[in-house]
């Protein structure tokens, strides 16, 4: 089955720590986002990548990282810079040259 | 600033009849918008979109309509069902270089449909 996979569901980190974020997709598309949603919040962009070896800061990039050595797995860092990192963290993909991006499930990301 | 606006967080809908989400945005340069439908603690699903050199866009119970001088587009779902209930996004697009799509959010609206 084609998809977008992330994992964990729910992870728990410690302030001060700096933790990666999972995300791959099996749907041979070129571009991939990363968006993170607050509670009674839209998504907001963090990061995009069209091409591997290539990213653009999105709306709120401080505090994050991203890498794309492959063109399956776009992971996340979300480093001890972020002020608020508690949130539902939402990776996507879309084809190249189209507008509709297919979300994977999320992570919970709680820091206490 | 935000470009993209559902004013109404929540809506409650009889089981049956229709359900209206509405949309505005600001930008004059987004020329294709999306709307999505997230259940709690999922990704969003895609429902359904529309080009800004369209209208309307049918696809089974559901419609986008979109009104380019005013600037507002809406979802309409006939006839509505319980399995409908959850948060549907509006977003919008236009190209900003090199092929890149970005996709502007809305903050939601939460539909109740209730039996």
């Known amino acids: 089955d084609g998809g977008i996979t992330q994992s964990p569901k729910y992870l728990f980190r410690k302030e001060g720590q700096n933790v990666t974020l999972s995300c791959e997709q099996n749907l041979n598309h070129d571009a991939m986002y990363w968006y993170r949603q607050d509670p009674g919040q839209g998504l907001r962009l963090i990061y995009y990548?069209?091409?591997?070896?290539?990213?653009q800061k999105g709306d709120i990039a401080e505090g994050y990282s991203v890498s794309r050595e492959k063109k399956e797995s776009f992971p996340l860092t979300v480093t001890s810079a972020q002020k608020n990192p508690t949130a539902f963290y939402l990776c996507?993909?879309?084809?190249?040259?189209?507008?509709?991006?297919?979300f994977g499930p999320g992570t919970r990301l709680t820091v206490t | 600033d935000q470009q993209v606006k559902q004013n109404s967080p929540s809506l409650s809908v009889q089981e049956g009849r229709i359900s209206i989400l509405n949309c505005d945005y600001t930008?004059?340069?987004?020329?294709?918008f999306l709307w999505y439908k997230k259940y709690p603690a999922e990704g969003p699903t895609f429902l359904i979109s529309i080009s800004s050199i369209k209208d309307k866009n049918e696809d089974g119970r559901f419609t986008v309509f979109l009104n380019k001088s005013a600037k507002h587009l809406s979802l309409h779902i006939v006839p509505s069902q319980p399995g409908d209930s959850a948060v549907y996004f509006c977003a919008a697009s236009g190209d900003s270089g090199a092929g890149s799509y970005q996709l502007t959010f809305g903050k939601g609206t939460k539909l109740s449909v209730i039996p």
């Open positions: 990548s069209q091409i591997v070896n290539d990213f």
């Open positions: 930008n004059s340069m987004f020329d294709y």
């Open positions: 996507a993909s879309g084809q190249y040259l189209s507008y509709e991006q297919y």
